[in-house]
């Protein structure tokens, strides 16, 4: 049976949720494989021979986890995205952003991040923060295509992500992973990991974070 233990995370660091923190819950788990929401180029070949030869460490907070962890544990690196997020992501949020009283929750949701870290992440604290932040967003939006096409895009974005890992799983042999990934798509992979019926098929156990 495979298991893989979904961690939440930010993309950049912030107060107690930064590269060393991550790496040390890495560490803990001391994964076979490590799944990330990343594209291919991201953490480029250049990226890593530029590491390996002079130790210069990736802007993303993940992956720089990832190259700390890589000093003292061996992995397979697995990105699982091939597509960018659809452009009504963009246009949703770009509009919502300009809003001030968003931004006076955005700002909580980061003081959270800040003071509480990945403990704070991997919580139900986190995820009902997240949904006050969504139903904020539709309220001021008042635009019921673009809500929905944006929501249209996450939904592709997330079973891209979970049908690469399952490919992934169906291929290889390993006991156990861990899958990192934003914490807005937190309480939506958990719901669309928990009863899937390709967990059976492919011997897989999903598990959260806990801390």
Request: glycine share 4%; proline share 1%.
């Amino acid at each position: 049976m495979k298991k893989i233990i979904h961690i939440s995370t930010r993309h950049e660091e912030l107060g107690n949720c930064n590269s060393d923190e991550l790496c040390k819950i890495i560490s803990m788990i001391n994964p076979e494989v490590i799944f990330l929401e990343s594209l291919n180029n991201t953490y480029s070949a250049y990226s890593q021979e530029t590491f390996k030869n002079f130790g210069v460490y990736h802007n993303k907070l993940e992956i720089q986890a990832l190259q700390k962890y890589s000093k003292i544990g061996t992995f397979n690196y697995v990105p699982v995205l091939k597509n960018d997020m659809l452009k009504a992501f963009d246009e949703k949020y770009a509009f919502v952003c300009r809003n001030v009283e968003f931004q006076k929750i955005l700002d909580l949701y980061n003081l959270e991040v800040e003071n509480g870290g990945f403990k704070f992440l991997n919580s139900e604290n986190c995820i009902q923060l997240h949904e006050n932040m969504r139903k904020f967003e539709n309220k001021i939006l008042n635009n019921y295509e673009l809500s929905l096409n944006a929501d249209t895009a996450i939904d592709i974005y997330e079973n891209e992500m979970l049908s690469n890992i399952y490919q992934y799983c169906k291929n290889n042999h390993f006991n156990d992973g861990i899958f990192i990934c934003g914490s807005a798509h937190r309480k939506s992979i958990i719901e669309k990991t928990v009863n899937n019926s390709l967990n059976e098929k492919f011997e897989v156990r999903w598990e959260t974070l806990e801390l």
